[in-house]
């Protein structure tokens, strides 16, 4: 059986219950963390890849603990058109996967790096950080 | 005694292609190489450039003549309302208004996916705008509605005019409170969790002549990816520095320029539409100041680095909008740079919000138009006020009497 892959995101509230415990524990899930990013505040980012029978009652479970599941289809990608490259994403991005080359001051993006929490692409002011289905 | 020179003399050498043009940023090698002295004899002008959201930006635009005529005394442009309260088929577009219709900050924060700037950049970029137009007729402007299509060619004047813009120096953001705050200056997280800082630094054209020694009416400027000019000092133009404990001088700041320009010469790769989440819309402006070296003094504080030049750090979670925004630190551009700054005792992770690689290839640009002689310096009918002019904010005072 091939591995789903997901998203999911949750506040702060949610950060404190051992849900990826129980996916494996009551619902016979194998559960790889690929990224995941958890900020001060708690709030975080989680991709998973999940294989077992019980997938989608997992899914269910997920969601009723109030986390939100998308699967990974998604991609976020900078349009280099429309970048200034003001810099003013940076600090916002909770990987790192948005930096500043110091030398030039140009922003860079590294795609592996990026755990889709969107941050970026509601800080952006000239929408330039594109969510890509 | 130094090198002197008039503006009559580097117009000459421009025009001769003869005229030794360096960007702010290669001044400050040139000084370093060569000492002031001798970097005074060699260069004639230095170009600066910044590239940031300017709020306070606009254009005057006039659509010609419906038949029957129209004197429109409302106007919308992409249903973004257009001031009209001026002759017939005349309007001024502001930077920061939204639709009607626009959720605003209803939904905090609010997107402000569109607005002023964004028509702005729609009409640089070419392309078509809805324009929507009412009256209440009269005699001599009898049609009372209008919608219609119009773009930057089949209007007859599109005149950027930006009341205040090129600000100086700029506060450095923080949030000392304990809720993130959606600001102008970007999302600051509680507790210190960021700052955000605005200027160019060693690239920003006020910062390079604090003394507006160069800088007046009539000043030739790139503006948007044109020719524009200084029009006349920016609203709440107060030129002063800032001093460290000591009260020893830091830095300019507190000036600001009015600027106007043809936008039908400009581009929206200069010109774009701003959506500053939990704040508004607004325009991100492409400036640049040439800065003649007229003798010794004007080539020292054109070459000014990062390191000597400074931003005030505030509190935008509490003090600021309370109105009592008090200087928390100073901290270098230098420092801003690196990405990380110290304040009350922790270290704060920073980040820009205007783009200093834009920055650098406006400066990189206006040298290459005075190089190739396209570029001509204005000289000042007037100098702008300076720091001993002694201007300062009036607050102002709530009364019914
Ligand atoms: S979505 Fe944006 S902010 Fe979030 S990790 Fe990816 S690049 Fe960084
Ligand atoms: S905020 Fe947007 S424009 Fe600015 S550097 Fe990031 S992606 Fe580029």
Redesign the pocket.
Same mark, same amino acid.
């Given at each position: 059986m091939a591995p789903e892959k997901i998203v999911l995101r949750f506040g702060a509230e949610k950060a404190d219950k051992p849900v990826i415990y129980h996916l494996a524990k009551d619902y016979d899930l194998i559960i790889n963390i690929v990224k995941a990013?958890i900020n001060p505040h708690k709030e975080g980012t989680m991709v998973l890849e999940l294989t077992g029978e019980r997938y989608a009652e997992g899914i269910a479970y997920l969601r009723e603990q109030g986390i939100s599941v998308h699967p990974l289809t998604t991609e976020?990608v900078r349009n280099e058109e429309k970048c200034t490259h003001c810099g003013a #994403?940076t600090v916002? #991005?909770?990987?790192k996967?948005?930096f500043i080359d110091r030398s030039s001051m140009e922003v860079r993006?590294n795609e592996d790096? /990026?755990?889709? /929490?969107? =941050?970026?692409?509601k800080i952006c002011p000239v929408k330039a =950080?594109e969510v890509k289905v | 005694m130094g090198v002197e020179r008039t503006y009559q003399d580097i117009n000459a050498r421009i025009k001769a292609g003869k005229a030794v043009v360096l960007t702010a940023e290669e001044v400050i090698e040139k000084v370093r190489e060569k000492g002031v002295t001798q970097a005074a004899r060699e260069v004639d002008v230095v170009t600066t450039g910044t590239f940031g959201a300017m709020c306070s930006s606009g254009v005057f635009l006039n659509f010609g003549h419906t038949k029957p005529r129209m004197r429109m005394s409302k106007v919308w442009l992409n249903e973004v309302p257009a001031y009209a309260g001026i002759a017939a088929v005349d309007a001024f577009l502001g930077a920061t208004e939204l639709p009607e219709g626009d959720p605003k900050n209803n939904n905090y924060p609010g997107e402000f996916r569109y607005g002023g700037g964004h028509v702005i950049e729609d009409l640089v970029a070419g392309r078509d705008v809805r324009l929507r137009a009412v009256s209440y007729g009269t005699d001599c402007y009898p049609r009372k509605s209008l919608d219609t299509l119009i773009n930057l060619d089949s209007i007859n004047e599109a005149t950027l005019f930006n009341p205040r813009n090129c600000y100086q120096n700029y506060n450095c953001a923080v949030n000392a409170g304990d809720r993130t705050v959606h600001t102008y200056l970007g999302t600051l997280r509680p507790h210190l969790g960021n700052a955000h800082y605005s200027t160019s630094g060693q690239l920003s054209p006020l910062l390079k002549d604090p003394h507006f020694r160069t800088i007046g009416i009539g000043t030739r400027i790139f503006l948007g990816g044109g020719i524009g000019y200084v029009a006349w000092n920016g609203t709440q133009h107060f030129p002063g520095f800032i001093r460290d404990k000591n009260k020893e001088v830091l830095c300019g700041t507190g000036g600001t320029l009015s600027v106007v320009g043809d936008l039908k010469q400009m581009s929206s790769h200069w010109l774009v539409g701003a959506s500053i989440r939990g704040y508004g819309a607004s325009l991100t402006v492409g400036l640049g100041l040439p800065i003649p070296i007229l003798d010794e003094e004007v080539l020292e504080y054109a070459a000014k680095t990062d390191e000597e030049l400074y931003a005030p750090v505030v509190d935008y979670g509490i003090a600021y909008p309370e109105g009592n925004p008090e200087d928390i630190a100073y901290v270098s551009y230098a420092q801003l740079k690196k990405g990380e700054i110290t304040v009350m005792g922790k270290s704060v992770p920073t980040a820009p919000v205007s783009s200093y690689p834009r920055a650098r290839e406006i400066a990189g640009i206006l040298k290459t138009w005075i190089q190739k002689g396209e570029f001509l310096l204005g000289e000042p009918s007037q100098l702008l006020p300076g720091p001993g002019a002694g201007l300062a904010g009036k607050a102002l005072k709530i009364r019914d009497k």
């Open positions: 990013s976020v #994403c916002h #991005c909770p990987t996967a948005l993006f790096e /990026c755990v889709l /929490c969107l =941050m970026c692409v =950080m | -």
